[in-house]
């Protein structure tokens, strides 16, 4: 997520919509960053990096009303939400 090459989690609970990212430096947790969505009707879809920056971007889908949002990366967790108009 953050673009330092190494792998960090995003972590969900379907139940409250919760959603931590935690960064790791190799298997050691380095920091932890709450994501900003707490709805459970929002639902992860996608993790890719979506505008070439080499850092990975979310894609959520919200179950209830078919709207999206991208949620991309930066050095310090996701951050820059944009709505994607539905069709």
Not at 26 to 50: N, Y
Not at 64 to 85: A, C, H, M, Y
């Amino acid at each position: 997520v953050n673009g330092d090459g190494k792998a960090d989690l995003i972590w969900r609970k379907p139940a409250t919509g919760n959603t931590v990212i935690w960064f790791l430096d190799g298997a050691t947790l380095a920091s932890a960053a709450h994501f900003g969505i707490t709805d459970p009707a929002w639902e992860i879809r996608a993790v890719a990096d979506m505008n070439n920056d080499g850092r990975s971007d979310v894609l959520l889908h919200n179950i209830n009303d078919d709207s999206l949002q991208i949620w991309f990366g930066t050095p310090t967790g996701l951050d820059e939400k944009r709505i994607v108009s539905n069709p």
